[in-house]
């Protein structure tokens, strides 16, 4: 059994590029969850996709959009990129809607210059 | 809504010494999962302990134990002779039915040889 897996492990991007993040779910994972941690902060929930729909959205600009696919790995995009946009970018993956149940990938540091 | 707070940023112990982690949260609803997580230098949140809100039993994992008290909204996570690798940042988070899981901001806990 694989665990959630992440790619790449780290970035640069210049403020106003765009951005794309990947994650593999878990095998037999239908939801991907996705969090940003800020330097020195807690992880913050962005957005929920179950079953490549999005079910849930936490308080992030219409600049970061998802993506789930038919094989429920999902991708992260951030638009515009601005500096505070620098965060490692988790994402977690849970079969359902229990996210109780949630398993977190390694992570993607962005550092936006 | 709910929240979660640490209010221990960082905590530093002489090696072999016990240490205990405070979380405190605030939720309106009956039913909720609350959980601690650990998160080296390498990034990767790794999960520690899943309780919920029916079961108030205190839990001890080897040199880990957690204490869980509804009454004063708290989960204490308490680790005995602690050691250099514990060195980490604790998270406690929060998570109500099946929404997101909300992270409180992290302890840093520095265990000095």
């Known amino acids: 059994e694989t665990g959630v897996t992440q790619s790449p492990t780290h970035l640069i991007k210049t403020r106003g590029q765009q951005v794309t993040l990947r994650c593999s779910s878990q095998?037999?994972?239908?939801?991907v969850s996705w969090y940003q941690q800020a330097l020195g902060q807690g992880p913050q929930f962005i957005f929920q996709?179950?079953?490549?729909?999005?079910?849930g959205r936490g308080n992030f600009p219409p600049r970061f959009s998802g993506l789930q696919f038919p094989n429920y790995s999902s991708e992260l995009n951030v638009n515009a990129l601005e500096l505070d946009d620098s965060a490692l970018y988790l994402c977690?993956?849970?079969?359902?809607?229990?996210?109780?149940?949630?398993?977190f990938g390694p992570g993607t540091r962005l550092t936006v210059t | 809504a709910q929240k979660v707070t640490q209010a221990q940023t960082e905590i530093s112990v002489v090696e072999k010494e016990d240490v205990t982690l405070d979380c405190v949260y605030e939720t309106r609803d009956t039913t909720y999962y609350l959980f601690w997580y650990k998160q080296p230098p390498s990034g990767e949140l790794v999960f520690l302990i899943r309780?919920?809100?029916?079961?108030?039993q205190n839990e001890i994992s080897g040199r880990y134990s957690w204490n869980f008290q509804k009454s004063t909204s708290s989960f204490n996570f308490t680790i005995t002779a602690s050691q250099v690798v514990d060195s980490a940042v604790y998270f406690c988070?929060?998570?109500?039915?099946?929404?997101?899981?909300?992270f409180g901001k992290g302890t840093r806990l520095h265990i000095l040889p």
């Open positions: 988070a929060l998570s109500v039915r099946d929404d997101k899981i909300i």
């Open positions: 996709y179950y079953r490549e729909e999005e079910n």
């Open positions: 095998s037999g994972h239908n939801t």
């Open positions: 977690a993956s849970s079969f359902g809607l229990r996210t109780y149940e949630q398993y």
């Open positions: 309780r919920n809100s029916f079961d108030e």
